[in-house]
């Protein structure tokens, strides 16, 4: 097993400074999520108030999603245009970010994490201030369009968290950053939404939400500019290498040729196999509850809080102190016998049985893919790698939703969640016949360690 590759402090110093940032830039993105259905019926509100003598751009793509819509064998209720036209934003953000994330990774390899992560935060801020701004749909788009382009904020995390960790503490580390995505998507939606009740300006109704989000990413900036060290050893000072060593070395040794026992081939696969399936059941369940208990948006808010609380707990305690390889066979397990109670669900006990088993995926498998990707990855390469793993999850996240949810209009929620038990299964598969526990990175446990 190797030994830690900063002090004990600095990798603390570090690790407070990642945990705070990530929580400001998650709760500040976030904050829109529960503001989509109002933001976009206003925005079609507002055009079609101003009598366009030729279709806007919102317009024509209303028309192509109506026409998506109406090819189905079972209508569609009219209340899911906004829904419909929301899941087509958030596929458009998620294909962006396939784009972007190899690139990002790549250059944070060549020019290391602080700078790669300032320059990805100026573009945050960019987009954020587009949607203070948007007083049309037009310049709403293009705010997404940014933000999807030079969000890299969650895997320049994960690979700084990678370069001060050894691998007996990677799981525990990357369950830290899973913590900060369960502890905003708990709070940050409920305080947008309440901030979106606040009106300051007439022209944009939620700029107030969108000003606040805006002051959270200006501060996380900020805390960035002055806190964060660079954590890649061949970008960083040479002061702080010497201090990061622990001591001044008189030449760097070239770094040995890395030996995988999991190929990135097999946890790409997996982890796109994976949020193809997850993402469009995720889509699909404001469809399945209201049709089924009516469910209203306070109503969802209340479902998606109890799976954020769940999942943050077990981070906090399960997840950092198990293996990542039996974290995501515990995630892909649970999620399994999730679709198909969630196929067969007829009351709200049994809706509420398959979120808890939701949480524990959630808490799991995204956090411990990630670790295994590091794991097989040298520091000179470590951004690109773990660029290309979330490359692959944001190709399945800009795929689920629009093939899960044509399933399920097409053929019915039962067939929809069968399909989707048959394919996390062929997931499972993936998990226990392809991924192995690379040699030295086992957890060892404190008791066991003083008695060797």
């Not at 059941?281 to 109503?299: G, I």
């Not at 990707?373 to 390469?381: D, L, N, R, V």
Request: hydrophobic share 50%.
């Amino acid at each position: 097993m190797s030994s830690a590759p900063v002090p004990a402090a600095l990798r603390k110093r570090v690790l407070r400074v990642l945990f705070v940032s990530l929580l400001l830039d998650l709760i500040s993105f976030t904050f829109i999520l529960p503001l989509f259905p109002k933001l976009l019926e206003f925005y079609r509100d507002h055009e079609a108030a101003q009598n366009h003598a030729t279709p806007t751009l919102l317009a024509r793509i209303l028309a192509g999603l109506n026409a998506y819509k109406n090819s189905f064998a079972r209508p569609i209720n009219d209340r899911y245009d906004i829904v419909l036209l929301g899941g087509a934003l958030g596929s458009l953000f998620s294909f962006l970010q396939a784009i972007a994330s190899p690139i990002i990774g790549t250059l944070s390899d060549r020019y290391g994490r602080r700078t790669a992560l300032l320059w990805s935060m100026t573009g945050n801020v960019l987009s954020v201030a587009l949607w203070v701004a948007a007083t049309d749909f037009r310049t709403f788009l293009a705010s997404r369009v940014v933000g999807g382009l030079s969000e890299g904020n969650v895997q320049l995390a994960m690979a700084i968290a990678t370069d001060i960790s050894d691998e007996s503490q990677r799981g525990a580390t990357m369950a830290l950053v899973g913590a900060c995505f369960s502890i905003a998507f708990t709070f940050g939606p409920t305080l947008g939404a309440w901030l979106s009740g606040i009106e300051s300006v007439k022209a944009n109704p939620f700029a107030t939400a969108a000003g606040f989000s805006l002051f959270l990413i200006v501060t996380e900036t900020a805390y960035l500019y002055f806190c964060l060290p660079e954590t890649l050893p061949s970008a960083a000072p040479a002061a702080d290498k010497s201090h990061a060593n622990g001591k001044a070395t008189k030449q760097e040794e070239p770094e040995k040729p890395r030996v995988r026992t999991n190929s990135h081939f097999i946890l790409n696969a997996t982890h796109f196999s994976f949020i193809l399936f997850f993402s469009g059941m995720e889509f699909s369940l404001p469809f399945m509850t209201y049709d089924l208990f009516a469910y209203q948006a306070k109503d969802t808010g209340r479902l998606l809080g109890f799976i954020g609380l769940i999942a943050s707990l077990l981070q906090g305690s399960v997840v950092r102190r198990t293996h990542p390889l039996k974290v995501v066979q515990m995630g892909v397990v649970s999620c399994t016998i999730a679709f198909f109670i969630l196929g067969r669900v007829e009351s709200q006990k049994m809706l509420y049985a398959a979120a808890a088993l939701l949480a524990v995926t959630s808490a799991t498998v995204v956090t411990g893919l990630n670790s295994l990707s590091s794991f097989e990855a040298s520091a000179g390469e470590r951004g690109g790698k773990l660029g290309n793993h979330r490359s692959f999850g944001q190709i399945g996240r800009s795929l689920g939703p629009l093939i899960f949810c044509s399933l399920y209009w097409w053929a019915g929620r039962e067939t929809a969640y069968a399909a989707g038990a048959a394919g996390m299964i062929a997931v499972c598969a993936l998990v226990f016949g392809g991924l192995k526990v690379p040699p030295g990175t086992e957890i060892v446990r404190k008791s066991k360690a003083k008695a060797t």
